[in-house]
């Protein structure tokens, strides 16, 4: 059959439109990439987030006993740009894919090292690496929405939570955060390498010090050298009457206790909460 070559354009025209032709739509599992400091380290969530949609879900959708990609589509991946302890075992930083195996009263949950699979098809344990169990704890509110989020924040890592419908489990994320920031305060100001020291410095040290109950009297020091450097800082001069309270120090709690709380009340951009907790300081001393 001969075409002419007007013939031969159209249809080069037609079947390109025709191969990518399609109906356009939300997907029901959208995909949720979250970014969040846990401790030192930056996490990276990847997942996707489907809904109950009047479904039974744990023992019926999602089957006890099986692995499960812990999401829609994709398996479900994380990322940590620095090295994490989960269930007290070393996780080098990474990516990896979080898999888990439901259960009627605990999971299991998977740390794979295959973080480039669809779903759960092809997964295997020879990739596992690290593997643990979890209790369910059953919610009293219905989960809609499946959520996989950080909570309980503190300087040594988070608690990473799965909800979904009527359960949640608990993935504990321990970051050896105290370490590096013993380290930084040891080079900067022991040592000195930072010259000069700046005054949120020594800020930073003293109230990590404080913090962690650790010669408080050297924490005292470094705050009066952050107050020295920059007098104006009224949230520095609250902790370092909060300290000298529990000190016992009381006269020296008191007098700074008032200095911060009149220069909060006279801050042109706001107090930032320091003049209620000048006020709270202030009548646990009486």
């Not at 025709?18 to 356009?24: D, E, F, K, R, Y």
């Not at 739509?25 to 109950?52: A, F, H, N």
């Not at 999602?62 to 692995?67: N, T």
Request: net charge neutral; aromatic share 12%; hydrophobic share 40%.
């Amino acid at each position: 059959m001969k075409y002419s070559f007007k013939s031969l354009i159209l249809l080069l025209l037609v079947f390109p439109v025709l191969g990518i032709s399609q109906i356009n739509k939300p997907g029901l599992s959208p995909k949720i990439v979250k970014e969040e400091s846990v401790g030192l380290v930056q996490v990276k969530l990847e997942y996707g987030q489907p809904s109950v949609r009047d479904r039974e879900i744990f023992g019926a959708l999602i089957p006890y006993g099986k692995v499960w990609r812990t999401g829609a589509n994709s398996s479900t991946k994380i990322h940590f740009d620095n090295e994490v302890y989960i269930a007290e075992k070393k996780v080098p930083k990474g990516t990896y894919a979080l898999y888990s195996i439901p259960g009627k009263s605990e999971w299991t949950i998977i740390i794979s090292k295959n973080a480039e699979l669809w779903g759960a098809g092809g997964y295997s344990d020879k990739d596992d690496l690290l593997r643990f169990k979890v209790p369910v704890i059953e919610l009293k509110d219905h989960i809609e929405t499946l959520s996989i989020q950080f909570e309980k924040f503190n300087a040594n890592g988070a608690d990473l939570a799965i909800m979904w419908a009527n359960t949640k489990v608990i993935i504990p994320v321990f970051v050896d955060s105290d370490t590096q920031i013993y380290k930084e305060i040891q080079e900067k100001i022991i040592e000195g390498e930072e010259k000069p020291i700046k005054a949120q410095t020594y800020f930073d040290a003293a109230q990590f010090y404080y913090e962690k109950n650790k010669d408080l009297k050297l924490a005292a020091t470094w705050f009066d050298k952050a107050i020295e450097l920059r007098p104006n800082a009224f949230w520095y001069v609250y902790y370092r009457a909060e300290l000298a309270f529990v000190l016992g120090d009381k006269e020296t709690a008191q007098k700074m206790a008032n200095t911060s709380l009149k220069m909060a009340l006279e801050s042109t951009s706001g107090d930032y909460g320091y003049v209620a907790k000048c006020e709270l300081l202030l009548q646990k001393m009486k």
